[in-house]
């Protein structure tokens, strides 16, 4: 089974606006961590922004920020605010108590002028 | 400053030989991770290791193999290259312990087996 779900294979923004990526797991792990990271063109991979499944509170990292909804086991992430350089593919992931990611198959974001 | 380096950046390789990608870190941690990247598919496990002699096969192992004599290294080896394993390959190293222990990934090595 799937254990990270991204459904929105690519999106478009508007400069300045707020764009929402779509993240759903499945775990049975009580003790787990999100993930999202940035990919550029580049090729690096950038570590954005982190929510562990006992947090009380959904994480915030500048302009990211992190929708936890556990019973509804979605981690979606805001980027408010979008910037050109934002364009880049994005990666859900998650942790569970072995230090394992597993990965989601990306969203690509697409920033227009 | 601590990082992680992958060796080489770019190979092309041909079918049938072997070949060994190098991963080496200096955050002294215990944990390090292959992974493999192909469209539509995200990242994928290979292999991995939580620290000297220690090695796990994740989802994607078949046709490689890794070892840790180390803290520092996990190389990992195509012990007969084939064209299905033409990806980019990523390490990745992490701490132990509880906490929001992100993952730090080299910059890839980008694979092609003709």
Known sequence: AQKITQTQPGMFVQEKEAVTLDCTYDTSDPSYGLFWYKQPSSGEMIFLIYQGSYDQQNATEGRYSLNFQKARKSANLVISASQLGDSAMYFCAMRESDYKLSFGAGTTVTVRA | ?114
């Open chain 2, 1 to 114: 400053d601590a990082e992680i380096t992958q060796s080489p950046r770019h190979k092309i390789t041909e079918t049938g030989r072997q070949v060994t990608l190098a991963c080496h870190q200096t955050w002294n941690h215990n944990n390090m991770f292959w992974y493999r990247q192909d469209l539509g598919h995200g990242l994928r496990l290979i292999h991995y290791s939580y620290g000297v002699q220690d090695t796990n096969k994740g989802e994607v192992s078949d046709g490689y193999s890794v070892s840790r004599s180390n803290t520092e290294d996990l190389p990992l080896t195509l012990e007969s290259a084939a064209s299905s394993q033409t990806s980019v390959y990523f390490c990745a190293s992490s701490e132990s312990g509880d906490g929001g222990y992100e993952q730090y990934f080299g910059p890839g090595t980008r694979l092609t087996v003709t």
